[in-house]
């Protein structure tokens, strides 16, 4: 590291490639199940919503590094479709974080040329947060820089559900279903699959996210909760993701 010189570093990138990663190999579409807010909370003596709103300004952090270091696709977890069995104060209070943090978020978003995009069953959530995201969709949709797709009310199986529905409705014959067909009836069919998909706070499981696209993502699980998920963490999953060989069930030597 001799050679890099004073000031050097100051950028996302420089210390991707100081850690020895391969700006040329960057996962595509990275995905987060941004958990452990609660348990972040409960370490530190606060209450749950304390907790979300924590993981909202490490969420604020992580989008711009994606953004820097040169990510295309990022998406989050934010709302899942079985989040609604928690208490009705916290399910209200994450509506209500989420609809905030859209709308204050929005013109730094729209600056750093940040497409917003979400995915879920949007039109079960309350309607402020609906407008909210819709007004920040709408805003940046012309935008050419990170596609960032916040997933409320999402559910991998609602998703397919309600593909199936469409192909119904369309009156699609069996003979001309196959996956690109069902690919273009998810939420986001111009959207590649997730190359790397992380979970922060430990658990080994995908709660229902992006269960169709996620068929071959690299999954890395990190024990920090998402709160504490920071640039240090987003630069470990992916020097992780390029240790990894994918072969999507063929032979590689
Ligand atoms: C993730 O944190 C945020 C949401 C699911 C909305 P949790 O609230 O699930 O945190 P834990 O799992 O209880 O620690
Ligand atoms: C997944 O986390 C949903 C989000 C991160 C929004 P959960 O905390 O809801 O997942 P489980 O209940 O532990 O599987
Ligand atoms: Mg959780």
Same mark, same amino acid.
């Given at each position: 590291?001799?050679?890099?010189?004073?000031? =050097? #570093?100051? &950028?996302?990138?420089?210390?991707?490639?100081?850690?020895?990663?391969?700006? =040329?190999a960057?996962?595509?579409?990275?995905?987060?199940?941004?958990?452990?807010n609660?348990?972040?909370?409960?370490?530190?003596?606060? *209450? #749950?919503?304390l907790?979300?709103?924590?993981?909202?300004?490490?969420?604020?952090?992580?989008?711009?590094?994606a953004?820097?270091?040169g990510i295309? /696709?990022?998406?989050?977890?934010?709302?899942?479709?079985e989040?609604?069995?928690?208490?009705?104060?916290?399910? %209200?209070?994450?509506?209500?974080?989420?609809?905030?943090? =859209?709308?204050?978020?929005?013109?730094?978003?729209?600056?750093?040329?940040?497409?917003?995009n979400?995915?879920?069953?949007?039109?079960?959530?309350?309607?402020?947060?609906?407008?909210?995201?819709?007004?920040?969709v709408?805003? &940046?949709?012309?935008? &050419?820089?990170?596609?960032?797709?916040? *997933?409320?009310?999402?559910?991998?199986?609602?998703?397919?559900? %309600? =593909?199936?529905?469409r192909?119904?409705?369309?009156?699609?014959?069996?003979?001309?279903?196959?996956e690109?067909?069902?690919?273009? /009836?998810? /939420?986001?069919?111009?959207?590649?699959?997730?190359?790397?998909m992380?979970r922060?706070?430990?658990?080994?499981?995908?709660?229902?996210?992006?269960?169709?696209?996620?068929a071959?993502a690299?999954l890395?699980?990190?024990?920090?909760?998402w709160?504490?998920?920071?640039?240090?963490?987003?630069?470990?999953?992916?020097?992780?993701?390029? +240790?990894?060989? +994918?072969?999507?069930?063929?032979?590689?030597?």
């Amino acid at each position: 590291m001799a050679a890099v010189q004073k000031g =050097a #570093r100051d &950028t996302v990138p420089l210390r991707a490639q100081a850690l020895g990663i391969d700006l =040329a190999a960057l996962p595509k579409h990275v995905a987060i199940i941004m958990d452990g807010n609660g348990r972040w909370a409960r370490r530190n003596g606060l *209450a #749950r919503l304390l907790g979300h709103r924590e993981g909202y300004r490490a969420l604020r952090g992580v989008l711009l590094t994606a953004a820097e270091l040169g990510i295309k /696709y990022l998406t989050v977890y934010a709302f899942s479709a079985e989040n609604w069995r928690r208490p009705s104060d916290e399910v %209200d209070g994450l509506m209500k974080l989420i609809e905030k943090a =859209a709308r204050d978020e929005l013109r730094a978003m729209h600056q750093n040329n940040v497409r917003v995009n979400v995915s879920g069953r949007i039109d079960e959530v309350p309607a402020g947060l609906r407008n909210a995201l819709e007004s920040g969709v709408e805003t &940046t949709k012309d935008n &050419t820089g990170i596609t960032f797709t916040l *997933a409320v009310n999402y559910g991998g199986r609602a998703e397919i559900v %309600d =593909a199936i529905k469409r192909i119904v409705q369309d009156g699609v014959k069996a003979e001309d279903i196959s996956e690109e067909l069902v690919q273009k /009836y998810l /939420y986001n069919p111009q959207h590649p699959d997730p190359d790397l998909m992380i979970r922060t706070a430990g658990e080994m499981r995908w709660s229902n996210f992006l269960i169709w696209q996620a068929a071959y993502a690299e999954l890395v699980v990190t024990d920090v909760t998402w709160p504490e998920f920071g640039e240090t963490q987003l630069l470990g999953a992916v020097k992780e993701y390029q +240790r990894r060989t +994918r072969k999507f069930g063929a032979v590689v030597e």
